[in-house]
């Protein structure tokens, strides 16, 4: 046990590999800002310390646990490397005296809990996690077996943080997880840091992208669950009415459906108007520089860089899917609610939610791709609506420091350790 009052608390973070995300960027915050009397331990099972320079800085001391980051798929190999990660993070735990463990993806999860020794336990969950498992496992048979892991495991971890409302729902009502061990924190963003990016010069290499245009912004890994096929068929309904009009999508392309994504551009004659960007390591200036940013997620959790453009003061045009940005832009609304048409709301506009489906050129443009068109357009003609939410996103951003966010984590990890 932890005297929280005397001696430094071993704080341990757990991931599988240092690779640019979402969830990366929230350790990289959160290693770097707590407080001085915790000593902080990162935990990386699937690489070796010399394999890459992480793009982001990490706070504390990083252990490797040198496992052989391999696309093997055969079922074997993934046991025995569930099983390495196990023994190892059970030894790294006591070697280094841990006394609470935190984790925010899947498998981390299961293994933290699974290893649980005198740590406390704390896993937390950054995707709406029903909808998140059909996306991601298609083998329904391993889909049941982990939707089984969830509700055998989760109820044992000493708390679940959720990083919005929506998964807490999700996880109580679709997995019967004890809704009394879940809290809802945000998640933190260095806001100073981010503006003081934000104002960097862009090199002159990606000037056009803005120069006399009306750009269009989008971060985010090409993959099915950002939906990015929903934005460019929407963006060809804008592009009729705004020429001049851009779509820059960043982020990860080495991912299945990129052929699929350029030759929907291709199809849809947006080759000069469409430009998908390799990730920036300073995303923020290009988000600084856009008119918009636009969204077409089929399911967040809650999707940090919404949060990111305003703090950039770039107003966000967003579908309102499960899980995130009816919390983020429309924080006093019922977040049961889900727009039925263009919501302008009190941080952001909102737009009718995407289904989980793949839609190619030679599909008739959908209702919801429409709504979303219809509100970058309405956005692009109403200056000062574009204004008034350039000016008001920025003040909501603010909720979302890492001050409030790194109180409320302290807070949490000490009274777990009092009631030791």
Not at 264 to 277: N, R, T
Request: charge should be positive; aromatic fraction near 10%.
């Amino acid at each position: 046990m932890a005297n929280t009052e005397n001696k430094k608390i071993n704080l341990a973070f757990y991931t599988l590999n240092l690779k640019i995300s979402g969830v990366y960027k929230i350790i990289s915050t959160l290693t770097l800002n707590m407080p001085e009397i915790y000593s902080v331990h990162v935990f990386v099972s699937d690489a070796h310390e010399s394999d890459y320079i992480p793009p982001f800085e990490l706070g504390g001391k990083i252990h490797y646990f040198n496992i052989k980051d391999s696309e093997n798929k055969n079922p074997l190999s993934k046991i025995y490397k569930n099983y390495l990660r196990k023994k190892l993070l059970r030894k790294y735990k006591i070697d280094n005296n841990i006394d609470l463990t935190i984790t925010f993806s899947e498998n981390p999860n299961i293994h933290n809990i699974i290893t649980k020794n005198k740590d406390k336990v704390v896993i937390s969950i950054h995707n709406f996690t029903s909808i998140n498992l059909v996306d991601t496992i298609r083998n329904k048979f391993y889909r049941l077996f982990y939707e089984k892991m969830i509700k055998k495991y989760f109820n044992k971890a000493d708390r679940i943080v959720s990083v919005s409302y929506g998964i807490k729902e999700d996880l109580k009502n679709n997995y019967s997880i004890n809704s009394s061990i879940i809290d809802v924190l945000y998640n933190p963003h260095d806001l100073d840091r981010i503006n003081r990016l934000a104002v960097e010069a862009i090199d002159p290499s990606f000037t056009h992208l803005f120069e006399k245009t009306f750009s269009i912004i989008n971060l985010g890994r090409i993959s099915s669950q950002k939906g990015h096929w929903y934005l460019i068929r929407a963006f060809r309904l804008i592009k009729d009415e705004i020429p001049e009009a851009k779509l820059i999508i960043m982020g990860d392309s080495k991912t299945d459906i990129l052929e699929f994504i350029k030759k929907l551009i291709s199809d849809l004659k947006l080759d000069d108007s469409v430009h998908i960007v390799d990730f920036q390591t300073n995303p923020y200036k290009f988000l600084k520089n856009a008119d918009v940013y636009a969204a077409s997620s089929i399911y967040e959790g809650l999707p940090n860089v919404l949060v990111e453009s305003l703090a950039c003061g770039t107003p966000v045009v967003s579908a309102d899917c499960k899980s995130g940005p009816r919390e983020i832009l429309a924080p006093r609304s019922d977040f049961n609610l889900v727009a039925d048409k263009i919501e302008y709301a009190e941080f952001g506009i909102l737009t009718p939610p995407f289904k989980a489906e793949m839609l190619s050129s030679e599909i008739p443009i959908t209702r919801e791709e429409k709504y979303l068109a219809e509100a970058v357009i309405n956005i692009y003609k109403d200056r000062e609506m574009l204004n008034s939410y350039s000016v008001k996103g920025h003040e909501r951003a603010k909720e979302f420091g890492i001050k409030k966010t790194i109180e409320n984590y302290d807070k949490l990890f000490r009274d777990l350790l009092k009631n030791d």
